[in-house]
């Protein structure tokens, strides 16, 4: 049976949820130990800072998905967007919700003016390697990654 959900905007009184399902994602990730962000962060970061948009996957008023998004710059294709989280809840997954929120993000990002959406995917994740590359986007794997914390 095919759960009838909705994607819509993320508004402030989604923070909450979007919390619960960025801990869930690193508790998926096997990185739970790494998550150093809080409610009250994501809730001045968002409001106040306008750092990131977001759109949620809900099903009878409860948000089972999500996809977290913002600008960036590409000195060789101009304006992009970056999909930083795209989490659907395992018990929703293969429904269709996930390539759902990827689509709107992508027009999201198109109605911004840009002309990409970059996202990183776990090397261990087959699945979602799998997914991606079956609707179409290149997974590069000659590009690392690098951090600096402060």
Known sequence: MVTPYKIRQGKA???????RLI????????AAHLMRNSIAQLEE????????????AETEGKVI??????????TWNGRCYYLEDLYVQADF????????????TAEEARKAGAT??????LDWNDAAVRFYERIGAYVEKEWWNCKWEF
Do not use: C, M, T
Request: glycine share 8%; no cysteine.
């Open 93 to 104: 997954r293969g429904s269709g919700i996930g390539e759902a929120l990827l689509r709107a």
């Open 13 to 19: 009184r989604d923070i909450p949820a979007l919390f």
């Open 23 to 30: 801990n869930e994602l690193a508790i998926f990730e096997k």
């Open 45 to 56: 970061d968002f409001v106040r800072h306008y750092a990131f948009e977001f759109l949620v």
């Open 116 to 121: 990409r959406l970059d996202w990183q995917v």
């Open 65 to 74: 998905g999500i996809s977290l998004y913002y600008p960036r710059y590409s």
